[in-house]
């Protein structure tokens, strides 16, 4: 059974995927679920608000974190492209939430980082949260900042964060690269929820994968969340190598962990004028 560890706990990126899947199982988290995202996604239901806000609008942000006793940050650009929606979305978005968390006294973050934080790494490497971030684009390096961003609002402000390097979270694996990153909803939500109830979470670093046969991360550095995966890609391995091409084995993507990311760009900074 999930234990009800919060008063009210705010979901950022309630429309997208994560937050779309998330939004039905928080609920038994908290006793109120207060929805946010930049887009309009409906109309709230039984136990839910909704308060639409830009991450980079630092006053829409506050308003969203009043009255808020833990975050589950899922908002954000979530692929790699052009640097101003990530600078915006990411960036000032992750300092606009961490300055409405501390003037509102929130303590508990659940920060949706990524795994390509991580993502020049080799797919025949084993990595811990102890090894230094290797951002594979825009992307990867705007949520490595968000881990600084949080391990500093920790150290000054004792703001407690659990950044989840998430893998491939989607209803089932979509390619061969996925056999080592899928990470089930289910199992993310056991995640989340170890997260907001663990009694002394600190600033810790955790890959989000499911229970997967092969596997680039190892978790030890986080024994102390408590997170234990039920699911496993191992079940949808037979489907995957019947439907997928066998990948170039020469290539950086079948080589690295972020597999496509690492071949991206370069976007260059058009759409950014510094003078602004
Ligand atoms: P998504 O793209 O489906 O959802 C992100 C949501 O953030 C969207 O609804 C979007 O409207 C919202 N958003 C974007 N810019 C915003 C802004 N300026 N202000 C407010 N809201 C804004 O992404 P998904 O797959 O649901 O991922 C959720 C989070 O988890 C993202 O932060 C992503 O980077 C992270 N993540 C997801 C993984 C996955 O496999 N789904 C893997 C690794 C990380
Ligand atoms: C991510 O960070 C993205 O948000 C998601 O859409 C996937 O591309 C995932 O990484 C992945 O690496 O599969």
Redesign the pocket.
């Known amino acids: 059974m999930t234990l009800k560890t919060h008063n009210r706990i705010l979901l950022?990126?309630?429309?997208?995927?994560?937050?779309?899947?998330l939004r039905p199982l928080l609920k038994s988290n908290c006793n109120m679920l207060r929805l946010?995202?930049?887009?309009e996604?409906g109309a709230c239901q039984e136990n839910e608000e909704i308060m639409l806000?830009?991450?980079?609008?630092s006053a829409q942000v506050f308003e969203m974190l009043r009255d808020v006793d833990a975050v589950v940050?899922?908002?954000?650009?979530?692929?790699e492209g052009p640097f101003g929606?990530i600078l915006?979305?990411?960036i000032l978005?992750a300092y606009n939430l961490y300055e409405a968390a501390r003037m509102h006294g929130v303590k508990r973050v659940v920060f949706?980082?990524?795994?390509?934080v991580t993502g020049f790494y080799s797919q025949a490497q084993t990595i811990t949260a102890d090894d230094p971030p290797r951002p594979d684009g825009l992307?990867g390096l705007s949520?490595a900042f968000g881990e600084d961003l949080s391990r500093f609002y920790f150290d000054r402000y004792g703001i407690e964060t659990a950044c989840?390097?998430?893998?491939?979270?989607?209803p089932k694996p979509k390619d061969r690269r996925m056999l080592a990153?899928w990470?089930s909803y289910a199992d993310l939500h056991r995640l989340i929820t170890a997260c907001l109830a663990n009694p002394a979470m600190g600033h810790s670093i955790i890959f989000?994968a499911s229970n997967n046969s092969v596997s680039w991360w190892d978790n030890s550095r986080a024994k102390h969340v408590g997170f234990h995966p039920q699911d496993s890609s191992d079940g949808f391995k037979t489907e995957i190598y019947q439907t997928t091409t066998a990948p170039d084995l020469n290539d950086p993507i079948a080589q690295l962990q972020g597999g496509a990311f690492v071949a991206m760009g370069p976007h260059g900074f058009v759409d950014y004028d510094p003078k602004n």
Do not use: C, E, W
């Open positions: 950022t990126g309630a429309a997208g995927g994560l937050g779309t899947a946010s995202d930049v887009l996604f806000a830009d991450l980079a609008n940050h899922m908002g954000g650009i979530s692929v929606p915006q979305a990411n978005g949706a980082s990524s795994n390509h992307y949520k989840l390097r998430i893998g491939s979270s989607f990153t990470l989000g």
